[in-house]
C-alpha cells in the first residue's frame, strides 16, 4: 500500500548509475524525517565487499540495493547477476513509529527502482547474511 | 510531537471490544464495550447492573446502534466530530455494512475526512512491518489473514466462528450470585484470565473470587479447555490449520515471508505458553522450506490493541495526509465509490 511518501530524485538516480553505469556495489536509502523523504545514505563502491555493506546497516531501518553476483553449482558454473531490494528493519529499540515509517514508505520507493529481481525483508543481522542473499539469488 | 502535527481520531470497533482514541497515543483513551443498553448506555456499569435486555451493536449490524456508538465516541474523547478526521478499522463483513456507516459517518456524524483499512494490515503494521501472516483472535471468531505491502490478501483470508469468549463457558458454574447475563460472562471472562494457561507448570491452578473462595482447577483441565482453539470439530479446523491453508494457498514468493513473519494478535494471544504452543505446532505442520517464526510485539498490551496503534501510527505519518477521503470528495464523486477507490481495502 503506497501511502504517499516522496521520493527524492537522486534515489532514481544513482540506482540508475548502479543499475546501467555499474558505478557501485550498492545504494542505501534512509527516510529523512524533517522532509518525509526517502533520500540517499550511502553509496558503495563497486568493489566493495558484502561485509562493508552490511557495516551499514544498524539500530535503524534502512532500503538498499544490491548488484549481487552469483555463481551456480552447475558444472560449468553459470554466472547470475540479480538487483536484491533490501528492506532492513531491525527489532530494536527503534520507536515503533519509525519503523512503520519505513514499512510503510517501502512501496513508494519501489515503485521508482525498475528492474529490481528480488527482495528481502530482515529484522534481525542473520537474516541479512550472504548466505541468505546468495540463496535467494540463486533460487 | 509537533505542534503543526494535525490530530485525528482512530477507532477500532469489534465485535465485543471498541477502542478508540487519538492519533500518535499508544493506548486508546475509549475503551468500552460494543453493546449498549435498550436505553443506549453505554459501559460496563449499565451493562452489568441494569435490567433490560443487553443489545448488540455487531453481531449482527445494527446501523442505529452503530451510530449512537459513534456519537458518543466523540463525546467521550471531548471533541467534536466535525473537526476530526476519523481513520476506522475495517473489519466489515460486507460492504454494504461499510457502505451505511461512511454515509453515517459523513452525514449524520459530520466528520470531514474519512479513511478505512483492514484490521490485519494495521496490525502488520503495528509490527513495522507491511508484509506478515495475522491471526487475530478475536472475541467471537479467530481470523487469518495474509498481508503482502499493506494490502489484506482477502482472497486466502480465512474467518472462523471460534474465538476468545467460548473458552469462557467452562468457568460460568463458577460464577455464584445474582447477576445479569453480561455480568456473569464478564465474571466468567476474568476467573478465565485469571486461570487459563498451556503452560506445563503446577498441577493445580488457584483462583481467588471476590467472595473470597477458592476455585481449584488441574492443569489437564484447563489445557482441555485451552487446547479448543487448537482441536478440530466438524466447523473448524484449529488455529494452526488455517495459517497453514494460507501459507499452501499463497504464492511460492511470499510463502517464505509468511513463515517467517506469524504475528498472532488478540486478548486470547496472551494466555501463557499459547506463542509457544503455537510456534511449536505450526513448525511441526509448515512445509519443509519454510521456517516459521513468530513475530512479538514489544508488550503483552499491544496484542489487545495492536490495530488501534497501527492506526494511530498510520494515520500520524505526514505521508498518510494525502490520502484522507474529503466530504466534499464523497459527495462529488459517486459516494462509495471514492472509498473503494482510496482505500486499498
Same mark, same amino acid.
Given at each position: 500500500?503506497?501511502?504517499?511518501?516522496?521520493?527524492?530524485?537522486?534515489?532514481?538516480?544513482?540506482?540508475?548509475?548502479?543499475?546501467?553505469?555499474?558505478?557501485?556495489?550498492?545504494?542505501?536509502?534512509?527516510?529523512? @524525517?524533517?522532509?518525509?523523504?526517502?533520500?540517499?545514505?550511502?553509496?558503495?563502491?563497486?568493489?566493495?565487499?558484502?561485509?562493508?555493506?552490511?557495516?551499514?546497516?544498524?539500530?535503524?531501518?534502512?532500503?538498499?540495493?544490491?548488484?549481487?553476483?552469483?555463481?551456480?553449482?552447475?558444472?560449468?558454473?553459470?554466472?547470475?547477476? @540479480?538487483?536484491?531490494?533490501?528492506?532492513?528493519?531491525?527489532?530494536?529499540?527503534?520507536?515503533?513509529?519509525?519503523?512503520?515509517?519505513?514499512?510503510?514508505?517501502?512501496?513508494?520507493?519501489?515503485?521508482?527502482?525498475?528492474?529490481?529481481?528480488?527482495?528481502?525483508?530482515?529484522?534481525?543481522?542473520?537474516?541479512?547474511?550472504?548466505?541468505?542473499?546468495?540463496?535467494?539469488?540463486?533460487? | 510531537?509537533?505542534?503543526?502535527? %494535525?490530530?485525528?481520531?482512530?477507532?477500532?470497533?469489534?465485535?465485543?471490544?471498541?477502542? =478508540?482514541?487519538?492519533?500518535?497515543?499508544?493506548?486508546?483513551?475509549? !475503551?468500552?464495550?460494543?453493546?449498549?443498553?435498550?436505553?443506549?448506555?453505554?459501559?460496563?456499569?449499565?451493562?452489568?447492573?441494569?435490567?433490560?435486555?443487553?443489545?448488540? %451493536? /455487531?453481531?449482527?449490524?445494527?446501523?442505529?446502534?452503530?451510530?449512537?456508538?459513534?456519537?458518543?465516541?466523540?463525546?467521550?474523547?471531548?471533541?467534536?466530530?466535525?473537526?476530526?478526521?476519523?481513520?476506522?478499522?475495517?473489519?466489515?463483513?460486507?460492504?454494504?455494512? /461499510?457502505?451505511?456507516?461512511?454515509? %453515517?459517518?459523513?452525514?449524520?456524524?459530520?466528520?470531514?475526512?474519512?479513511?478505512?483499512?483492514?484490521? =490485519? =494490515?494495521?496490525?502488520?503494521?503495528?509490527?513495522?512491518?507491511? +508484509?506478515?501472516?495475522?491471526? #487475530?483472535?478475536?472475541?467471537?471468531?479467530?481470523?487469518?489473514?495474509?498481508?503482502?505491502?499493506?494490502? +489484506?490478501?482477502?482472497?486466502?483470508?480465512?474467518?472462523?466462528?471460534?474465538?476468545?469468549?467460548?473458552?469462557?463457558?467452562?468457568?460460568?458454574?463458577?460464577?455464584?450470585?445474582?447477576?445479569?447475563?453480561?455480568?456473569? +460472562?464478564?465474571?466468567?471472562?476474568?476467573?478465565?484470565?485469571?486461570?487459563?494457561?498451556?503452560?506445563?507448570?503446577?498441577?493445580?491452578?488457584?483462583?481467588?473470587?471476590? #467472595?473470597?473462595?477458592?476455585?481449584?482447577?488441574?492443569?489437564?483441565?484447563? !489445557?482441555?479447555?485451552?487446547?479448543?482453539?487448537? $482441536?478440530? $470439530?466438524?466447523?473448524?479446523?484449529?488455529?494452526?490449520?488455517?495459517?497453514?491453508?494460507?501459507?499452501?494457498?499463497?504464492?511460492? #514468493?511470499?510463502?517464505?515471508?509468511?513463515?517467517?513473519?506469524?504475528?498472532? +494478535?488478540?486478548? !486470547?494471544?496472551?494466555?501463557?505458553?499459547?506463542?509457544?504452543?503455537?510456534?511449536?505446532?505450526?513448525? =511441526?505442520?509448515?512445509?519443509?522450506?519454510?521456517?516459521?517464526?513468530?513475530?512479538?510485539?514489544?508488550?503483552?498490551?499491544?496484542?489487545?490493541?495492536?490495530?488501534?496503534?497501527?492506526?494511530?501510527?498510520?494515520?500520524?505519518?505526514?505521508?498518510?495526509?494525502?490520502?484522507?477521503?474529503?466530504?466534499?470528495?464523497?459527495?462529488?464523486?459517486?459516494?462509495? !465509490?471514492?472509498?473503494?477507490?482510496?482505500?486499498?481495502?
Amino acid at each position: 500500500m503506497n501511502v504517499g511518501t516522496n521520493v527524492s530524485d537522486d534515489c532514481v538516480t544513482e540506482f540508475n548509475n548502479l543499475k546501467l553505469g555499474k558505478q557501485y556495489r550498492y545504494v542505501i536509502y534512509k527516510l529523512d @524525517k524533517d522532509k518525509n523523504e526517502i533520500v540517499v545514505d550511502h553509496k558503495g563502491e563497486r568493489d566493495s565487499t558484502y561485509a562493508e555493506f552490511v557495516s551499514h546497516l544498524q539500530n535503524e531501518s534502512r532500503y538498499a540495493v544490491y548488484d549481487y553476483h552469483a555463481q551456480t553449482d552447475d558444472v560449468p558454473p553459470r554466472q547470475v547477476e @540479480k538487483l536484491v531490494f533490501i528492506f532492513w528493519s531491525p527489532d530494536t529499540n527503534q520507536p515503533v513509529k519509525q519503523k512503520m515509517a519505513y514499512a510503510a514508505g517501502k512501496e513508494a520507493l519501489k515503485k521508482k527502482l525498475n528492474g529490481l529481481s528480488k527482495e528481502i525483508q530482515a529484522n534481525e543481522p542473520s537474516e541479512v547474511e550472504e548466505t541468505e542473499i546468495k540463496k535467494i539469488v540463486l533460487n | 510531537m509537533n505542534s503543526d502535527e %494535525i490530530i485525528s481520531v482512530v477507532a477500532d470497533i469489534g465485535n465485543l471490544y471498541t477502542r =478508540a482514541g487519538f492519533t500518535g497515543d499508544d493506548f486508546p483513551r475509549w !475503551s468500552t464495550f460494543t453493546k449498549c443498553t435498550e436505553t443506549m448506555q453505554f459501559g460496563d456499569e449499565a451493562l452489568g447492573y441494569g435490567n433490560g435486555q443487553v443489545l448488540d %451493536i /455487531l453481531q449482527p449490524f445494527n446501523p442505529d446502534l452503530y451510530e449512537n456508538l459513534l456519537k458518543k465516541m466523540f463525546e467521550k474523547l471531548g471533541v467534536q466530530s466535525k473537526d476530526y478526521s476519523l481513520l476506522l478499522a475495517n473489519n466489515f463483513q460486507t460492504k454494504h455494512d /461499510l457502505q451505511k456507516v461512511v454515509e %453515517i459517518l459523513f452525514e449524520s456524524v459530520e466528520i470531514p475526512n474519512f479513511f478505512t483499512i483492514r484490521n =490485519a =494490515a494495521l496490525s502488520t503494521f503495528s509490527a513495522g512491518r507491511s +508484509t506478515a501472516l495475522i491471526l #487475530d483472535i478475536g472475541a467471537y471468531s479467530t481470523t487469518a489473514s495474509a498481508v503482502h505491502d499493506g494490502y +489484506t490478501l482477502l482472497k486466502t483470508q480465512i474467518q472462523a466462528p471460534i474465538g476468545g469468549e467460548i473458552l469462557n463457558e467452562p468457568f460460568r458454574q463458577y460464577v455464584v450470585g445474582e447477576y445479569n447475563q453480561f455480568k456473569k +460472562t464478564c465474571l466468567a471472562r476474568d476467573i478465565k484470565q485469571g486461570l487459563l494457561t498451556y503452560e506445563q507448570i503446577d498441577s493445580t491452578q488457584q483462583y481467588e473470587l471476590p #467472595d473470597g473462595n477458592f476455585i481449584l482447577m488441574q492443569q489437564a483441565q484447563l !489445557s482441555e479447555i485451552a487446547d479448543k482453539l487448537f $482441536n478440530s $470439530n466438524d466447523n473448524f479446523k484449529g488455529i494452526q490449520h488455517m495459517l497453514l491453508d494460507i501459507i499452501n494457498n499463497s504464492v511460492n #514468493d511470499i510463502k517464505q515471508q509468511l513463515c517467517s513473519t506469524v504475528i498472532s +494478535t488478540g486478548g !486470547s494471544s496472551n494466555i501463557p505458553g499459547f506463542l509457544n504452543k503455537l510456534q511449536t505446532t505450526l513448525s =511441526a505442520l509448515a512445509p519443509p522450506m519454510c521456517k516459521v517464526k513468530l513475530v512479538m510485539y514489544p508488550s503483552n498490551q499491544n496484542r489487545y490493541h495492536s490495530v488501534f496503534i497501527g492506526g494511530s501510527i498510520l494515520a500520524s505519518l505526514s505521508s498518510f495526509q494525502s490520502l484522507w477521503v474529503a466530504k466534499n470528495e464523497y459527495q462529488e464523486s459517486g459516494r462509495f !465509490s471514492i472509498i473503494e477507490r482510496k482505500c486499498p481495502n
